[in-house]
Structures are given as C-alpha cells and as structure tokens.
C-alpha cells in the first residue's frame, strides 16, 4: 500500500506550484546546471567560430554563478547589515 501511495504523491507533484521533493536542503545547487544551460544555449547562437564554444561557455557560466554569489552577498549584507542600523519609527 505505501508504494501505491508514494507513486499517487509523485504523479500528484504541480512543478510551479510545489517545491520539488526532496530538494530543500540543496536547492541553491540547482543554480550551477541552470547556468550552464543558459550559457551553451546563448554561445551556441552568439559564438562566430565554434572552436572557442567551450571557452565561452566556461567563461559565461562562471560569469553567471559569480554575479549570483555577489547579488547573495549584497542582500545578505542589505538586510542583516545594513536595515537593523536603520531607526525604529
């Protein structure tokens, strides 16, 4: 029974509604295939000769994950910083 019930949840999962199961604790992780994508679907189109189509995408896809890191930083310092210095009123 508890198979029947498992496969009923799996078959039952809505991708933009529900988080994935299972996920939760590394989900930050997903940024790395996400922009590797990104960057071979974007050099795959923008890069005139393909012999520097590896090159490219390692530079874009460590462009992309480095300006994600940053904007972290930056709204980690923003709210745990910066917004308790502001007054109370």
């Known amino acids: 029974m508890?198979?029947?019930?498992?496969?009923a949840a799996t078959l039952a999962w809505t991708p933009f509604l529900e988080p994935a199961p299972g996920?939760?604790?590394?989900?930050?992780?997903?940024?790395?295939?996400?922009?590797?994508?990104?960057a071979m679907s974007?050099?795959?189109?923008?890069?005139?000769?393909?012999?520097?189509?590896?090159?490219?995408?390692?530079?874009?896809?460590l462009q992309i994950c480095g300006v994600m890191a940053g904007i972290a930083v930056g709204l980690y310092l923003l709210v745990l910083v910066l917004?308790?210095?502001?007054?109370?009123?």
Request: cysteine-free; proline content about 8%; hydrophobic content about 45%.
């Open 2 to 7: 508890s198979q029947l019930t498992t496969i």
């Open 42 to 61: 974007y050099k795959s189109i923008r890069t005139p000769d393909l012999r520097d189509y590896r090159r490219a995408v390692t530079t874009m896809t």
């Open 23 to 38: 996920v939760q604790h590394w989900w930050w992780m997903l940024v790395l295939p996400m922009a590797l994508g990104v």
């Open 83 to 89: 917004l308790p210095l502001l007054p109370a009123e």
